[in-house]
Nanobody
Framework: QVQLVESGGGLVQAGGSLRLSCARS????????MGWYRQAPGKQRELVAL???????NYAESVKGRFTISRDTAKNTVSLQMNSLKPEDTAVYYC?????????WGQGTQVTVSS
């Protein structure tokens, strides 16, 4: 059974940094990509960053230059380094794993940026 467990969320002041981590257990066949999505109150869930099985990264325009996604294939983890955080980055952040068969989600971790 595949599980994605996020950690690293919290409260930070604007301009600060946080690092989110996602630990994956279980085997995912034909994994396409892993990534991070976020959902703010009253808004739709949106892509923040992803990294493909080939190592290609993609970022939302709003986080380019501030966030960095990385992975450790040996440890089955994906991380999101978030710098220069803004109040508008406040949301629940979800880890995502996408394969040809289905999509997996973590339970989410809250990130709150105070102004």
């Amino acid at each position: 059974q595949v599980q994605l467990v996020e950690s690293g969320g919290g409260l930070v002041q604007a301009g600060g940094s946080l690092r989110l981590s996602c630990a994956r257990s279980g085997i995912i066949f034909n994994l396409n990509a892993m990534g991070w999505y976020r959902q703010a109150p009253g808004k739709q869930r949106e892509l923040v960053a992803l990294i493909t099985s080939g190592g290609i990264t993609n970022y939302a325009e709003s986080v380019k230059g501030r966030f960095t996604i990385s992975r450790d294939t040996a440890k089955n983890t994906v991380s999101l380094q978030m710098n220069s955080l803004k109040p508008e980055d406040t949301a629940v952040y979800y880890c995502n794993a996408d394969s040809k068969i289905r999509t997996y989600w973590g339970q989410g971790t809250q990130v709150t940026v105070s102004s």
